[in-house]
């Protein structure tokens, strides 16, 4: 089955750039998602990016896919102390709604 | 819009009581998610349903665990009886038919002593 797989903690300077890392083995993906958690609630779907694509930006967040490689990014331009969450990268298949997280990649933001 | 409602926000039970987990998702959403978070394991997805049908229970642990879906606006996820280590935060998800994102509710901090 696919398994997917994340740097565990990443710390930053308020400002700088944050770039959470995230492989996946199935190729079947077709739907690659960035979620975020904040302490004490749920997962809220920051972004997401179709297989066909190498590049999505939304305001500060980029996506980087290298599908050959089955590497997904999510960089964070001019990190702020608000974004320190746990973020979490998805897979899911063309068909079918089940989704498979990460363990997640804690990010930290020293102001 | 609520959005995803869970109940109760935290329970503490003693070992070998029954739990019973709430969840109603948002209106007009057709897929519903029940996950389990701790640190050793993550996030799991123990079972969903589409149109209020079990599609995926393959994730539900062990036979102490069920999950029903009478109609479209509720579902539980019950555990009996609990044990220690089905201490976690469980956490519902709707999805629509369209589109691409699951709704998480503010999960369940369950705590079995």
């Known amino acids: 089955g696919e398994d997917v797989e994340q740097s565990l903690f990443l710390s930053v300077r308020e400002g700088d750039s944050s770039v959470i890392n995230c492989t996946y083995t199935d190729s079947s993906s077709t739907y690659l998602y960035w979620y975020k958690q904040e302490p004490g609630a749920g997962l809220q779907l920051l972004t997401y990016i179709f297989s066909n694509m190498d590049m999505k930006q939304d305001q500060r967040l980029t996506v980087l896919l290298n599908k050959k490689d089955k590497h997904l990014s999510l960089r964070i331009a001019d990190t702020q102390t608000g974004d320190s969450a746990i973020y979490f990268c998805?897979?899911?298949?063309?068909?079918?709604?089940?989704?498979?997280f990460g363990a997640g990649t804690i990010l930290r933001v020293k102001s | 819009d609520a959005g995803v409602i869970q109940s109760p926000r935290h329970e503490v039970t003693e070992m070998g009581q029954e739990v019973t987990l709430r969840c109603k998702p948002i209106s007009g959403h057709n897929s519903l998610f029940w996950y389990r978070q701790t640190m050793m394991r993550g996030l799991e997805l123990l079972i969903y349903f589409n149109n209020n049908v079990p599609i995926d229970d393959s994730g539900m642990p062990e036979d102490r665990f069920s999950a029903k879906m009478p109609n479209a606006s509720f579902s539980t996820l019950k555990i009996q009886p609990s044990e220690p280590r089905d201490s976690a935060v469980y956490f519902c998800a709707s999805a629509p038919s369209t589109g691409h994102e699951q709704f998480f509710g503010p999960g369940t901090r369950l705590t079995v002593l």
């Open positions: 998805a897979a899911k298949r063309e068909y079918g709604n089940k989704l498979v």
